[in-house]
């Protein structure tokens, strides 16, 4: 049971090194180590590293010494990793087409936004591939070209296939409500990773593409010559959260205080802005009162009613309200105007 992740693991690291040429020489065997000499350990740790850091944490706790054994834990952690790489896959598509929407004024059908209207606002699994697949057909029909291209090759129906499968109940602390003998939970787990497996293998180009937390941008002007940008981000793909903090310089600049997903450092206008679905607060200072039960965290989008946004995080396991957030009007805007474009429904933004 102790290579219960190998599959996993050799699988979906192979279909990263197709993208990132790169990471081929930790498939090199070491001659002096038994069977095929490829540690699995270094591979596992190589994968958290590169895929995003919401998709990462999760495969990291996956990998853990703890969900080793096919028993309702790993079931349950399979379950959380499948929801959360579905929730951010289907989160890049969507801010991609509420950008299509504004710039190009294309025209969304009836039958989507109508759907999304009533999907958008209490997310579950089951609206993560809804919409997946409905945007990914979208794209197909409005000859929209993904911001990552590789997404074509996937966006087909055994990809959208492979997202349909039995998922049991939850209650209001994430936790699966259904009794199953040991028997079916190790099935499900093997039948449940394999399912993992594919998602990730379609999904490995992600890797070549770089998640940020867009700190600060400084202007710098000097006596006739052009302004430079210099762009202060956090790298959000890390085995754990002391992600790496650098300062990058260019002639243009990106948004700020904003969580990016870039196809290159170097051409920062080149990204999708995942705000509000996707908000770092760790960038928040705590400097009233009214903002000392704000957790530092990368927060996903979960819930909007009442005119609340509702948001749960990858590390913080607790509920917690994020209202004192000093942008938190601003994501509550940003979120009705998304309502508003994609549903097109003024009304839907109201909550």
Same mark, same amino acid.
């Given at each position: 049971m102790a290579q219960v992740n190998e599959d996993l693991v050799k699988k979906v690291f192979d279909a990263m090194v197709r993208h990132k040429p790169a990471l081929a020489? +930790?498939?090199?065997?070491?001659?002096?180590? $038994? !069977?095929? !000499?490829? *540690?699995?350990?270094?591979?596992? *740790?190589?994968?958290?590293?590169?895929? $995003?850091w919401p998709v990462g944490v999760e495969l990291r706790r996956l990998f853990s010494g703890s969900m080793r054994q096919l028993d309702r834990?790993?079931?349950?952690?399979l379950f959380k990793t499948i929801e959360r790489t579905t929730q951010f896959l289907s989160f890049v598509m969507?801010?991609?087409?509420?950008?299509? #929407?504004?710039? %190009? %004024?294309i025209i969304i059908p009836e039958e989507y936004s109508g759907q999304f209207r009533n999907r958008i606002c209490i997310l579950?699994?089951? %609206?993560f591939t809804w919409l997946i697949r409905a945007t990914g057909n979208l794209f197909e029909k409005l000859s929209i070209e $993904?911001? @990552?291209p590789e997404m074509k090759e996937i966006l087909n129906n055994k990809f959208y296939q492979a997202l349909d499968f039995w998922v049991p109940e939850r209650n209001e602390i994430g936790h699966y409500q259904i009794n199953l003998t040991d028997e079916e939970i190790q099935k499900r787990c093997v039948e449940y990773e394999d399912k993992l497996?594919?998602?990730?293998? !379609?999904?490995?180009?992600?890797? #070549? +593409? #770089?998640?940020?937390?867009?700190?600060e941008i400084k202007v710098l002007k000097s006596k006739h010559k052009g302004a430079k940008f210099n762009h202060v @981000? *956090? @790298?959000?793909?890390?085995?754990?959260? *002391?992600?790496?903090?650098s300062e990058i310089q260019h002639d243009i600049f990106a948004d700020s205080h904003s969580v990016l997903l870039m196809k290159d450092f170097k051409v920062p206008n080149e990204f999708l802005n995942l705000s509000p679905l996707v908000i770092d607060t760790r960038t928040e200072i705590i400097d009233t009162k009214e903002k000392f039960n704000i957790k530092k965290d990368i927060f996903m989008y979960t819930k909007f009613a009442n005119d609340k946004l509702m948001y749960v995080g990858t590390e913080i396991t607790e509920k917690c309200d994020l209202g004192s957030l000093s942008t938190y009007a601003v994501l509550v805007e940003q979120f009705k105007e998304m309502l508003s474009v994609l549903s097109g429904s003024p009304e839907a933004a109201r909550g």
């Open positions: 020489k +930790y498939l090199i065997a070491d001659e002096d180590e $038994p !069977g095929d !000499g490829v *540690d699995t350990r270094i591979l596992a *740790d190589l994968i958290t590293r590169h895929f $995003p834990g790993r079931l349950d952690q969507l801010a991609q087409l509420w950008e299509e #929407k504004i710039k %190009n %004024n579950s699994l089951g %609206n $993904p911001f @990552m497996t594919l998602i990730l293998q !379609g999904i490995s180009f992600i890797v #070549k +593409y #770089k998640l940020v937390t867009i700190r @981000m *956090d @790298m959000l793909n890390s085995s754990d959260s *002391d992600f790496k903090t």
